[in-house]
């Protein structure tokens, strides 16, 4: 356990339906992060926020929407994905993005996406 | 551009020694990370470099070389467990990691 939470843990959808992905953390942290996972790749960085505030969006396409309520809760809406969106997708915090020591970041156990 | 190399799969016999090896080329420098994931789980942090030299946890060391852009994880005495990917990242000039696609370690008896 990290301290990191992620529901669902699997999802499959077709291309018109409309889901959202939860991520929570209770680690009193600062910083949370969207990131997808697909096979033989790197880690991707989609979305960044810290203290509830969006600082990057790495030219993510408009069918993934974030949404952070407060420091410990992070969304990711998902609508008309594509087969190629299919990924593992992976919250994870950190206690605050200004101090390089401090961007350990905790992850949570993904969700397995599989879109048809 | 920003490039973090790294082998995409090793081999080793439980017991032995391991290095893993990562090159990177990133816009500026705020450390460098390995993180292990195990198959079908997250990602969890093992080490951290932000000076050269080498780091010791246990029997997992970090080694760091800023001017050579160049860092390796050593697993020792390595256990059937450690059968994981490897992950090394590095902390650009904006505080992000930036991630390589990761070495799956393989351990045989």
């Known amino acids: 356990e990290t301290g990191v939470t992620q529901t669902p843990r699997h999802l499959v959808m077709g291309m018109t339906n409309k889901k959202s992905l939860k991520c929570e953390q209770h680690l009193g942290h600062n910083a949370m992060y969207w990131y997808k996972q697909s096979a033989k790749k790197p880690l991707e960085l989609m979305f960044v926020y810290n203290f509830k505030e969006q600082t990057e969006n790495n030219s993510v396409p408009s069918r993934f929407s974030p949404e952070c309520p407060n420091s410990s809760h992070l969304f990711l809406h998902l609508h008309t994905l594509q087969p190629e969106d299919s990924a593992l997708y992976l919250c994870?915090?950190?206690?605050?993005?200004?101090?390089?020591?401090?961007?350990?970041?905790?992850f949570g156990p993904g969700t397995r996406l599989t879109v048809l | 551009g920003q490039n973090i190399d790294q082998p995409t799969e090793m081999t080793a016999t439980e017991g032995a020694i391991v290095q893993i090896n990562c090159t990177y080329q990133t816009s500026g420098f705020n450390g460098l990370f390995w993180y292990q994931q195990h198959a079908g789980e997250a990602p969890t942090f093992l080490s951290y470099n932000v000076l050269d030299g080498l780091e010791e946890k246990g029997r997992f060391s970090s080694f760091l070389s800023r001017s050579k852009g160049y860092s390796y994880l050593l697993l020792k005495e390595l256990q059937m467990k450690d059968s994981a990917s490897y992950l090394c990242?590095?902390?650009?000039?904006?505080?992000?990691?930036?991630w390589g696609a990761g070495t799956k370690l393989i351990i045989k008896p």
């Open positions: 994870a915090s950190s206690p605050s993005l200004e101090r390089a020591n401090y961007n350990e970041q905790f």
């Open positions: 990242a590095v902390g650009d000039s904006n505080y992000q990691l930036i």
